[in-house]
């Protein structure tokens, strides 16, 4: 059974910084791409970084700089370090596996997802 739960979220000030994390089971995880997306209130659910598997990423434009998404494939886990966090960075983030032989944008080819963990930046 496919399991993806993240932790890590908070509130945090304009500046500052958060690491997420997600842990996965259920599967081989050094064979799909992951990746990390968002939802802010009223907006739809957008892709934020993604890690695949020859150890490329992809990042939004909105993030690029401030945000980097890693894989530790022995522990299972994805890492989203987020930095220079604005209060546009408010979104409940979800992790996500695509699903075999996709590693790109589109969230309709990411088959199992996390539960999310909020994100909260106050100005």
């Known amino acids: 059974q496919v399991r993806l739960m993240e932790s890590g979220g908070g509130s945090v000030q304009a500046g500052g910084s958060l690491r997420l994390s997600c842990a996965a089971s259920?599967?081989?995880?050094?064979?799909?791409?992951m990746a990390w997306f968002r939802q802010g209130p009223g907006s739809e659910r957008e892709g934020v970084a993604i890690?695949?598997?020859?150890?490329?990423?992809w990042y939004a434009d909105s993030v690029k700089g401030r945000f980097s998404i890693s894989r530790d494939s022995a522990k299972k886990i994805l890492y989203l370090q987020m930095s220079s966090l604005k209060p546009d960075d408010t979104a409940m983030y979800f992790c996500?596996?695509?699903?075999?032989?996709?590693?790109?944008?589109?969230?309709?080819?990411?088959?199992?997802w996390g539960q999310g963990t909020q994100v909260t930046v106050s100005s």
């Open positions: 996500a596996r695509a699903q075999a032989l996709y590693c790109n944008r589109d969230r309709e080819r990411y088959d199992y």
């Open positions: 259920g599967y081989s995880y050094a064979s799909y791409c």
């Open positions: 890690s695949g598997l020859d150890g490329s990423t």
